[in-house]
C-alpha cells in the first residue's frame, strides 16, 4: 500500500518534491477551511430565511387581521402585498381553453394569466380558465427609513 504523501498529484511525485508538497498542503488546508466555513454560512442563512419567513407570515396575518394595508415605524414602512399568481396544473387544458379563447396569450408570458386569476378572485370573471388555479404570494413590501 502506498502511503498518501507517496501518491502522485497531477503526475508529479510530491514526495521528491518537499517544497511542492508543502505548498499544495497550505492550499489544500485553506482552500478546505474557506468551504467549510462557506457551508456553514449557507446552513445559517437557509435557517435565517426559514425565520423571517414565519415572521413575515405572522406580521402579515396580524396586519390583515387588524385591517391595515401599511404600518409606518421607526424601520421604514411595511406594505402588505397580497397578489394572485397563476399556478398551471393542466397545461393542455390551458393550451385547448386560450386557443379557442385567448389565442394571444398562447404568445405571451404568464402574467395574462395571473391577470385573470385576478380578475375571476374579485368577481369580475365568471371563473378561471381551465387548468389554472389561483397562487398566492403573500409578502411585506418594506421600504427602509
Same mark, same amino acid.
Given at each position: 500500500m502506498v502511503a =498518501?504523501? +507517496?501518491l502522485p498529484v497531477g503526475g508529479i511525485d510530491t514526495a521528491a518534491m518537499p517544497e511542492v508538497k508543502a505548498n499544495l498542503d497550505a492550499l489544500i488546508e485553506?482552500? $478546505?477551511d $474557506?468551504?467549510?466555513v462557506r457551508e456553514e454560512a449557507l446552513d445559517t442563512v437557509n435557517r435565517?430565511? +426559514?425565520t423571517e419567513a414565519r415572521l413575515e407570515a405572522r406580521l402579515f396575518d396580524e396586519m390583515e387581521k387588524l385591517n391595515v394595508r401599511s404600518v409606518r415605524h421607526a424601520r421604514g414602512l411595511f406594505i402588505l402585498n =397580497?397578489?394572485?399568481w397563476a399556478d398551471v396544473t393542466d397545461e393542455a387544458a390551458v393550451r385547448d381553453w386560450a386557443n379557442a379563447e385567448m389565442p394571444e396569450i398562447l404568445l405571451a408570458?404568464?402574467?395574462k394569466l395571473a391577470t385573470l386569476v385576478r380578475e375571476a378572485l374579485r368577481g369580475e370573471r365568471e371563473a378561471m380558465p381551465?387548468?389554472?388555479e389561483p397562487k398566492f404570494s403573500r409578502k411585506i413590501n418594506w421600504r427602509r427609513s
Amino acid at each position: 500500500m502506498v502511503a =498518501d504523501d +507517496e501518491l502522485p498529484v497531477g503526475g508529479i511525485d510530491t514526495a521528491a518534491m518537499p517544497e511542492v508538497k508543502a505548498n499544495l498542503d497550505a492550499l489544500i488546508e485553506a482552500y $478546505a477551511d $474557506a468551504r467549510i466555513v462557506r457551508e456553514e454560512a449557507l446552513d445559517t442563512v437557509n435557517r435565517l430565511r +426559514e425565520t423571517e419567513a414565519r415572521l413575515e407570515a405572522r406580521l402579515f396575518d396580524e396586519m390583515e387581521k387588524l385591517n391595515v394595508r401599511s404600518v409606518r415605524h421607526a424601520r421604514g414602512l411595511f406594505i402588505l402585498n =397580497d397578489l394572485a399568481w397563476a399556478d398551471v396544473t393542466d397545461e393542455a387544458a390551458v393550451r385547448d381553453w386560450a386557443n379557442a379563447e385567448m389565442p394571444e396569450i398562447l404568445l405571451a408570458n404568464r402574467s395574462k394569466l395571473a391577470t385573470l386569476v385576478r380578475e375571476a378572485l374579485r368577481g369580475e370573471r365568471e371563473a378561471m380558465p381551465p387548468g389554472v388555479e389561483p397562487k398566492f404570494s403573500r409578502k411585506i413590501n418594506w421600504r427602509r427609513s
